[in-house]
Nanobody
Framework: QVQLVESGGGLVQPGGFLRLSCAAS????????MGWYRQAPGNQRELVARITSGNTTNYAESVKGRFTISRDNAKNTVYLQMNSLKPEDTAVYYCNADTVRTLGGSHIQLIWGQGTQVTVSS
């Protein structure tokens, strides 16, 4: 069984920073892409950033220049460095893993973490 566990959320003032981490555990052989999504109350879940195993990245326009996604393939962990945070960044942030191959040869299309709350407020 493969699981994703996020950490690093919390309350921060506008202009502040946070670093989110998401670690995948289980019998993992490889993960093609890992990403961060967020969902604010009343809104749909939206892409924040994602990164492939080859370090190709995509960002939402609203976070470009402020957020940086990175990953450690050896640790099956993805990070999201969030700088210059704004109140509109407040949301539950979810990590996902796309196209997971297990050591047993199984293929899992998509896995989600449980989410971590980020609140930007003075």
């Amino acid at each position: 069984q493969v699981q994703l566990v996020e950490s690093g959320g919390g309350l921060v003032q506008p202009g502040g920073f946070l670093r989110l981490s998401c670690a995948a555990s289980g019998s993992i052989f490889s993960i093609y892409r890992m990403g961060w999504y967020r969902q604010a109350p009343g809104n749909q879940r939206e892409l924040v950033a994602r990164i492939t195993s080859g370090n190709t990245t995509n960002y939402a326009e609203s976070v470009k220049g402020r957020f940086t996604i990175s990953r450690d393939n050896a640790k099956n962990t993805v990070y999201l460095q969030m700088n210059s945070l704004k109140p509109e960044d407040t949301a539950v942030y979810y990590c996902n893993a796309d196209t997971v191959r297990t050591l047993g040869g199984s293929h899992i299309q998509l896995i989600w973490g449980q989410g971590t709350q980020v609140t930007v407020s003075s």
